[in-house]
């Protein structure tokens, strides 16, 4: 009963897992919708298109709602993210060219002598 308690690796664990539950809850609830499989091949197969399938459906489902959000945005007048991460990398380009120009020193002291009118 000790052993109960000892940690497994995660490699270890994730095996359990998926030959534990994962697997036989596919095989019964394919065989509720009258798809058997003939041997184990045919059964790993039809696992990895599953989860390739998965995959594809979550990146489509991301890019769905980022395009949506996009949308709303748009429709709302509300910056997207993007257009805020774009404008200030513009923003800070143009403060850094604009130190540069200020540093240079015929400019810098027809700046402070402009400053000083004032």
Known sequence: MGNENAQMDPA????VILEGVYV????????SRGVTFR???SLRTALQTVSMLKSAEAEQSADVVKEAH???CTAAG???PEAAAARAAR???ASEQATT???HGVIKQ???ALAAQK
């Open 12 to 15: 270890t664990a994730q095996a």
């Open 24 to 31: 036989p809850a596919f095989v019964e609830k394919c065989a």
């Open 39 to 41: 041997d184990e091949d």
């Open 70 to 72: 996009a949308a709303l």
């Open 78 to 80: 509300v910056e997207t």
């Open 91 to 93: 923003e800070k380009q």
């Open 101 to 103: 120009v200020a540093n």
């Open 110 to 112: 027809a700046l402070a």
